[in-house]
């Protein structure tokens, strides 16, 4: 579903070049659930960026449900985008002075999802992470685990097939991160695929299968949760 062939990606400051991705190849199937993990700087960002189709790269083929991501129209992108994929961010993105149900209701509008289903998604979607009782609270009068879930119920609700995870964890604490990281296993159970992009390797460990990436390059790609493969970094 998701295949990286040779994938670079090269920024210029001034002279100088930083490839944030150097020949990165991976594959992962439909319906994993996959951490991508390495150092701060390692190129995860960078990675997400692309399976996301936020940014483009350089050089090689990334090839989205079997298809090359350029032979994509631009509106096509767009769709794969809002419906396809469900975007989740270390910082939650969202919007300060919108309701937790306001929130998540908001990118269905712009889907044009129709009034009513929209309002039985987002109560869904809030049942599901366990917010009902808060759907009137504004962000800033939730802590970060409740907005993590509102962050999640936003993008539950668009019903995407692939959630793609920024250090979703990487603002709260261990108790917190695991209520997060036990929506994900849910999830995933569910048939979703799941990317996780990590610093933390206990985090990544949770994960079904974690490629490692160090420099731009994927140090491996390989083993299960029963074998997996440790490569210290
Ligand atoms: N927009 C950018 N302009 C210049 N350099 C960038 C940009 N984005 C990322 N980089 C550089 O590319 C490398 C990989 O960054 P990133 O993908 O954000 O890593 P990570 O998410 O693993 O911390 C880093 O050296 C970073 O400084
Ligand atoms: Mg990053």
Known sequence: MIVFEDVSKIY???DAEVHALDHASINIEDGEFVSIVGPSGSGKSTMMNIIGCLDVADS????LDGMPIEDYSESELAKIRSKKIGFIFQNFNLIGNLTAEENVELPM???KVPREERKKRVE????RVQLGARKKHK???LSGGQQQRVAIARAIASRPSL???DEPTGNLDSATGKEIMKLFHELHEQGNTIVLITHDESVAEQASRSIHILDGKVLDDAGTFAGRKKVRL
């Open 12 to 14: 210029h400051i001034g």
């Open 60 to 63: 090689g083929r990334y090839l």
């Open 109 to 111: 509008i712009y889907q």
């Open 124 to 127: 869904e979607a809030l049942e």
């Open 139 to 141: 962000p800033n009068e």
């Open 163 to 165: 959630f793609l995870a």
